[in-house]
């Protein structure tokens, strides 16, 4: 049987996991609780469910996934399971306090009106932007958080190699 090998274009299913058990991402509808869906039936790809749908073709070693994905994926053939771990440092970083930050309400745009579990991109005045979540909000600050929503998780991968195209 064939065996995956660097530069190969792949079909796969993933399956990942919080250290918790808590599944962020899936190829596998059933496994999506779809969390952040307006309902179960949710077909924006944007929507922030975290769940793909169906299968995920990629090529192997071209930096699409983690580059520990990719290792794992040399040597399997087509059917075969693996689970993995990549480790926080080695996925979206340690969670760093000194990206939460306080802005007065009155430093922000008088239509904006923030509340907690927002999410949104804030823009400077040289129009750099920064993705964040409101994790508090008072009547006169609001504290915004960009660390990435996975930062200081492990994150564990169940991939099965669907196909080699």
Same mark, same amino acid.
């Given at each position: 049987?064939?065996?995956?090998?660097?530069?190969?274009?792949?079909? $796969?299913?993933? $399956?990942?996991? +919080?250290?918790? *058990?808590?599944?962020?991402?899936?190829?596998?509808?059933?496994?999506?609780? %779809?969390?952040?869906?307006?309902?179960?039936?949710?077909?924006?790809?944007?929507?922030?469910?975290?769940?793909?749908?169906?299968?995920?073709?990629?090529?192997?070693?071209?930096?699409?996934?983690?580059?520990?994905?990719?290792?794992? +994926?040399? *040597?399997?053939?087509?059917?075969?399971?693996?689970?993995?771990?990549?480790? =926080?440092?080695? =996925?979206?970083?340690?969670?760093?306090?000194?990206?939460?930050?306080?802005?007065?309400?009155? !430093?922000?745009?008088?239509? +904006?009106?923030?509340?907690? *579990?927002?999410?949104? $991109?804030?823009?400077?005045? !040289? !129009?750099?932007?920064?993705?964040?979540?409101?994790? =508090?909000?008072?009547?006169?600050?609001?504290?915004?958080?960009?660390? %990435?929503?996975?930062?200081?998780? !492990?994150?564990?991968?169940? $991939?099965? +190699?669907?196909?080699?195209?």
């Amino acid at each position: 049987m064939a065996q995956a090998k660097n530069g190969d274009k792949v079909i $796969i299913n993933y $399956i990942g996991k +919080l250290e918790d *058990g808590t599944v962020f991402d899936s190829t596998l509808e059933e496994e999506c609780d %779809h969390e952040g869906c307006e309902t179960d039936e949710c077909t924006d790809e944007d929507c922030g469910c975290g769940c793909e749908s169906g299968p995920m073709e990629t090529t192997i070693g071209e930096a699409e996934l983690f580059p520990q994905i990719d290792e794992a +994926l040399v *040597g399997m053939a087509p059917g075969e399971k693996k689970t993995i771990v990549v480790k =926080a440092e080695d =996925a979206f970083g340690e969670y760093d306090k000194e990206k939460v930050f306080v802005v007065p309400r009155s !430093d922000l745009p008088a239509d +904006l009106k923030p509340e907690v *579990g927002d999410e949104l $991109i804030l823009t400077n005045d !040289d !129009d750099e932007e920064l993705g964040v979540a409101v994790t =508090a909000a008072t009547e006169n600050d609001v504290t915004f958080d960009s660390n %990435h929503p996975l930062a200081g998780e !492990d994150l564990t991968f169940e $991939i099965e +190699l669907v196909e080699i195209l």
